[in-house]
């Protein structure tokens, strides 16, 4: 079953913070998140596993909250690289291998 | 190889037609994924293989669709008789492993069914 996004889309100012929410009804072994740029392919940018930490590097984090199967993707003084479209993944704990994504977040950071 | 090499980059083919397109995982990589993205819309589950073993292809749209993988390493997509609502990127990526990893996705293939 499809995760739900939200918000659809984002605009910020660089500098500016951002949140991106990923909401599933089915229990969770893992949470992907990739940002896409238009016309090019997906690239991957952190992975939450069930009962794992929460990730991140510089300015860019996610949590997972296994109990309301959602993750969060956390976006601090964005730049303008960091526009494109994100998706979650969620891989259910009963269909491994099987990466169901999320309809995408359009994020467009300006000067 | 350094990266998900796919060919064709692109096809156009005539409604009715097979088609045949081609994923060439990272080296090592056990794991290998299909997904479809039509315009503007999110990736659409496929199929994935752990080794040379398929083991859920509830991901394909019909029976026209079928994928096989070799020596655990380069995988095949077929599309018998082409109809337009096949047109789409069709995107294969591969993981180290089935679980754990994040996955690297290939430029694509656009397919156009005219």
């Known amino acids: 079953q499809q995760p739900v996004q939200s918000p659809q889309a984002v605009i910020l100012r660089e500098g500016e913070d951002a949140v991106i929410n990923c909401s599933s009804s089915k229990a969770l072994y893992s949470v992907h998140w990739y940002r896409q740029k238009h016309g090019e392919a997906p690239v991957f940018l952190m992975i939450l596993l069930k009962g794992g930490e929460q990730k991140g590097h510089e300015k860019i984090s996610a949590s997972f909250n296994e109990k309301k199967q959602q993750s969060s993707l956390y976006l601090t003084a964005s730049q303008l690289s960091y526009s494109g479209t994100y998706f979650c993944?969620?891989?259910?704990?009963?269909?491994?291998?099987?990466?169901?994504f999320g309809q995408g977040t359009i994020l467009t950071v300006h000067p | 190889g350094a990266g998900v090499s796919q060919s064709p980059s692109n096809k156009v083919t005539e409604k009715g037609k097979d088609v045949e397109l081609r994923c060439d995982p990272i080296s090592g990589h056990t794991a290998l994924y299909w997904y479809r993205q039509s315009l503007g819309q999110g990736l659409e589950f496929l199929i994935y293989f752990q080794g040379n073993s398929a083991p859920d292809k509830s991901g394909l749209p019909s029976d026209r669709f079928s994928a096989e993988r070799t020596g655990g390493s380069v995988s095949t997509l077929t599309i018998q008789r082409t109809q337009q609502e096949d047109s789409a990127v069709y995107l294969c990526?591969?993981?180290?492993?089935?679980?754990?990893?994040?996955?690297?996705f290939g430029s694509g293939t656009r397919l156009t069914v005219v």
């Open positions: 993944g969620t891989e259910e704990g009963t269909s491994y291998g099987k990466l169901t």
């Open positions: 990526a591969s993981s180290p492993a089935l679980l754990g990893y994040g996955y690297t």
